[in-house]
DNA sequence: TCCTTCGATAAGAGATACTGATGCGCTGTG
DNA sequence: CACAGCGCATCAGTATCTCTTATCGAAGGA
């Protein structure tokens, strides 16, 4: 179970061969059979079907730990060398889209030891962030208010709520439901809406209406949210956003809000003084730092 | 980074001896002081301080990453191994001790397929499992009302609420509050407190009171519940249990309830049916799977 | 000061983990 | 049905790694 082994196995599964990993990988073909061989012979299982090559039910549960694993493994690393580095001078940031909120924005830019901002993906922040790539992350996500959003878990990096906002649902001028003061999500399932992993992901939304339905009229898959408002008031389909990007009718059941967090090495003063500047005054004083606690 | 070398490290920071460490895991120190240069000369940064032997700054951080990330490398293979293993004949069941409620000890009895019972201190119990040591663990814990439980991370068993009740403060008959309909938390935080693990410890009332105080009484490290509450009785403290443990006055603020979650490892299909069987109907169905989302 | 303790280092034996060559079963093709 | 091509397994050989034993040297206590 040596680190190097199941990324030989995940990349294995992944190429679906063991030839091709090998090269992926700068091994021959022979070391790859090898170690899979080692992998097995260690666990006492077979990993893995030949020809084609496919996971065992083993293989596949082993599968399902070896990313997280490896990710930890990372974040590990980066996090001992954050340490052993000292304090940033300039701080490197990494933002889900959204997690940029206006007043957000302007504080980055107000402070003069951010030296970079990169965006990438929701599900990628946190992973980025753990592999080292920025001193400070941001994401966004819903979640009850003052709860915190769930993320891959990476260690224990700090982790404090910078911003917590009402959200919208984005719909076209002339819908029927535009005048309303407000919608519950219950209510919209049966709606069309636009898939955009940018906004909120339709699974995300069935989960926090806890029903089924949310139908997709048409998919946006970038990463440039005024696009998604311009699908969805052009009638492409519902999309729900934070309030302050868009306009739109009050989300009022169930009670979520939009959040924002930061996370940021607990070894790395730059980065907790940014997170704690970042935090904005109109939101009550959202929960701490976090732990795994029982 | 290689497992053994941190299980070395771990072993090295908590011994505070290269030679202890060297002995307890059955290496020569000469093997531990290689292993420990391989570590720094691999991550490119000093660990330890030698003599006395404590770690440095960046070894703190990686002392923090190692448990977990072994913690989650046994729970990969505990896993993989259940799954080769195939349907368990007869479970083994791992739980806290206030885990096993009245009603679930029932289920745990009605059901044939139950081997073996064992219960463990409440942050062990997700190890254990993890550990493979166990089929299905049962866990208690203090949440808002069906919330999941803060546990710490193991990888993705399944993981099911089976059951909620309402908390209630134990104290001594002749108490000037005993006699109360409801209490709040906040309100006792000056009172005196009984010390047990075993109910819930006082840092988590801090956490769910969101005060300090709780100053302890009297200190209790054993496992046997019935002992806390003939303390408590006696008016060695204060006690928050489980309103089926003992007669106490409930408590009404915050909204927390204790809750009792069921893990089982994805591949098994009679723990994951236990699980469910064990579920009570009372309380209405707490929220579902979990697994890491954004 | 001398002795003990404890970690670092050197040297060598054994285990491990690669490469390259070859074997062998499957699959597709004529 | 035979055969070629593909792809994983296996074998042999070598380089590397990871231990052990032996020894050194610095720090702390009597």
New interface residues.
Partial sequence: ???HLLRTFVTVVHRRSFSAAAEELGYTQSAVSQQIAVLEAD?????LRRRPVRP???G???L???G??LL??R???A??????AGPAERLTVIASPLACTPAIARGLTANRSVATLRTVG??RVAERFASGAADLGL?D?IAAPSDP?????V??PARIGVAEEELVVVLPDRHPLARRRGLALADLADALWLRADVAV?VE?LR?IAGVGGFRVAFGYDGEDVHTVVNLAAAGHGLALLPASVAAGVPLTAPRVVHRVEALY???SDRAAALAAQLRQPPSSTPPGTSA???
């Fill in positions: 179970m040596e680190p666990l006492g299982v077979a990993l065992t039910p083993a596949e549960r082993l399902e730990h070896a997280p694993l930890r493994h974040a590990a690393r996090d001992v060398l954050r340490a052993a929701r599900e994401v996500g959003l769930r993320l891959p878990d260690g224990t992901p995300r989960e090495g607990p070894s795994a606690g029982s």
